[in-house]
């Protein structure tokens, strides 16, 4: 009862947030539109479907009470009165069968509004403050988040307007036609040796109790299992899925390395867990199957069994009529009292994806609080440079990585920071930007300064080349001359009239070298012209004489601009006014300390 309660906790609290939304929102309609607050607009849905789960129910006892009146006039061959129930049974199942079409159309309406609000909602919180970069440093079981945003939460939203529905109607279908089987019980003569079963109140409904209180016991007992496996084949799928994605980005370096054996070991591998876990999924369906089948199909036959003697007890004058009135209302009773039966596996399903969807937000709500911890600070200044004396970049585990002693970078010079691979160069740039929440003291940085770094492999968004070069702003607000004469200075000149093509579809990534990726990324800084400008090896997959003829444009565009860069080649140093070399320690930090001027020679 503990765990249910919480689950139920789990699921309120990601599903009453939407039904709280005051924003406005918009209901279209062919000839006119209403706007209201989006609650309202979730609420009426809502209680709009659970209207016509009352219209429902009420057409199911008027039906119920059909099956009396229809079988009785086959008894008695009374043709007026079968003619006159055939009509009714029109006036009934019409209404019926529009509430139903109704519905659905409605709880699709909900879904799609309920879904774009939690995604949106989701989707601002992964990319709020860059959790979806501290995720992978501080958070763990937060595997996809892709297929968490984009499967789950449709998945979430299904299984719970399902279950609720489903529940809602059937305390009003059990409360309905227990009514009418506990007063047909009291007219049902029933004696098993002498005892006359009607002396128990209601007993039909007992013993529609308790037929589903046994097979709810059985299909539990079953298929309990489920909930594991629907949770882990979510994580093996989308692992799956991961594999193949992660080769279509890296194609050229494996066809260069010529690694498609090894790739496929890694496909099979992945495959493998996935097919081991859906065999036994497969293995506890089959046996759930065997007892929901035995047990539905058994619910056909059960109450004809049980009220068969009465009807052909010796002077017995029941009707046929009442017998099928008692057998469909019964039928009815014990259906909706094995509401588990009938649910558990989507049960199974919602539990499973309701894990993964408040693991993803347990690790965000991490995320968040690792921002605030403290770590390396940003403080505004008012001087032209960055300065740190004392700042410690750390490891996510706390251990030191670079200790900052008497680090000054001013606006308007050129320093480059050089140094054995794994000392920290990268964490240091990291720590800059404001993304690294790992370590202690200050960094200084001037008030409003704008802080730009170009990592090596030049990241390039899906859409057109403007919008690359623009990136993260919009692409309207450069001048379309100004992106014409930078993208002609930086060597791309063959791309000025290809600025807006979309012929070859939307990926520039897969078009570009990776010295044109970097190209495009060092056209990108001299559009947004920032303050401080940190490359870390951003030309590396450039020959010498075009790296070096891109750092004279850099200089000769952004003159004000701190330049601050990483790298190995020793031809950089020319590049640059002053130069930083990390000293490794053993057994301790890295040393970043004051740059020294660049030795003539």
């Not at 229809?70 to 009374?78: P, S």
């Not at 876990?277 to 759930?288: A, G, H, S």
């Not at 347990?362 to 770590?375: D, F, L």
């Not at 559009?527 to 400008?533: G, K, R, V």
Request: aromatic share 12%; charged share 20%; hydrophobic share 45%.
């Amino acid at each position: 009862m503990k765990a249910l309660l919480a689950t139920l906790a789990l699921a309120w609290r990601l599903a009453v947030p939407y039904f709280k939304e005051k924003r406005q929102g918009e209901l279209v309609f062919r000839w006119f539109k209403i706007r209201m607050q989006e609650r309202w607009i979730g609420l009426g849905f809502l209680g709009l479907i659970l209207g016509l789960n009352v219209a429902q129910v009420y057409l199911n006892v008027w039906f119920n009470s059909w099956y009396n009146t229809f079988y009785t006039a086959m008894q008695d061959r009374n043709g007026p009165a079968f003619s006159a129930q055939l009509v009714l049974w029109c006036v009934i199942v019409a209404p019926l069968i529009a509430s139903f079409v109704i519905e659905v159309y409605l709880t699709n309406w909900l879904r799609i509004r309920w879904r774009d609000w939690m995604t949106e909602h989701f989707v601002n919180r992964w990319m709020s403050n860059a959790n979806y970069y501290r995720l992978s440093q501080v958070a763990s079981g937060t595997d996809n988040p892709d297929q968490r945003i984009a499967e789950d939460i449709r998945d979430f939203i299904t299984y719970t307007l399902t279950i609720f529905v489903q529940i809602f109607n059937t305390v009003l279908t059990l409360f309905a036609f227990t009514m009418v089987l506990w007063a047909i019980s009291a007219d049902f003569p029933y004696s098993i040796g002498g005892f006359n079963l009607a002396s128990i109140p209601g007993y039909l409904v007992w013993a529609a109790a308790l037929y589903s209180i046994i097979g709810t016991y059985f299909t539990h007992v079953t298929g309990r299992k489920l909930i594991t496996l629907r949770f882990r084949q979510q994580h093996v799928e989308a692992d799956f899925r991961f594999a193949m994605m992660r080769l279509r980005e890296n194609a050229e370096e494996v066809a260069l390395l010529k690694g498609e054996e090894p790739e496929k070991r890694v496909f099979k591998s992945a495959f493998e867990r996935l097919k081991d876990n859906f065999y036994e999924i497969m293995d506890v369906t089959r046996n759930l199957n065997i007892v929901t089948n035995f047990y539905g199909n058994l619910s056909v036959i059960f109450p004809l069994v049980m009220l068969a003697p009465a009807y052909f007890a010796a002077g017995s004058t029941m009707q046929l009529g009442v017998m099928m009135q008692a057998s469909q209302a019964f039928d009815k009773v014990q259906n909706n009292f094995s509401i588990f039966v009938s649910l558990y596996d989507t049960i199974a399903n919602w539990k499973a994806v309701l894990d993964r969807l408040t693991t993803f937000e347990r690790a965000m709500s991490e995320a968040e609080a690792s921002a605030s911890r403290p770590g390396v600070a940003l403080k505004p200044s008012r001087g032209d440079a960055i300065t740190a004396d004392g700042a410690v970049v750390s490891l996510p585990d706390g251990r030191p990585l670079v200790r900052l002693d008497n680090a000054a970078f001013e606006r308007g010079k050129a320093v480059l920071i050089s140094g054995p691979s794994g000392a920290g160069k990268t964490s240091v740039f990291r720590a800059l930007a404001g993304i690294w929440p790992f370590g202690s003291g200050d960094l200084s940085i001037p008030e409003d300064a704008r802080v730009m770094v170009l990592p090596q492999t030049a990241y390039l968004p899906l859409g057109t080349l403007r919008e690359a070069l623009a990136y993260p702003n919009p692409a309207e607000m450069q001048d379309d001359a100004k992106v014409r004469d930078v993208l002609a200075a930086v060597g791309l000149g063959a791309f000025a009239n290809r600025l807006d093509d979309l012929s070859e579809g939307p990926n520039l990534a897969s078009r570009l070298s990776g010295g044109e990726q970097q190209r495009v990324a060092i056209a990108r800084a001299i559009l947004a012209e920032p303050d401080f400008l940190l490359l870390d090896e951003a030309t590396a997959s450039l020959d010498e004489a075009s790296e070096a003829s891109l750092y004279r444009l850099l200089r000769e565009r952004l003159p004000k601009a701190a330049i601050i860069s990483i790298g190995h080649r020793s031809s950089l140093k020319g590049l640059h006014d002053e130069f930083v070399e990390l000293r490794k320690q053993e057994g301790g930090p890295s040393i970043l300390g004051a740059a020294a001027p660049v030795p003539i020679g």
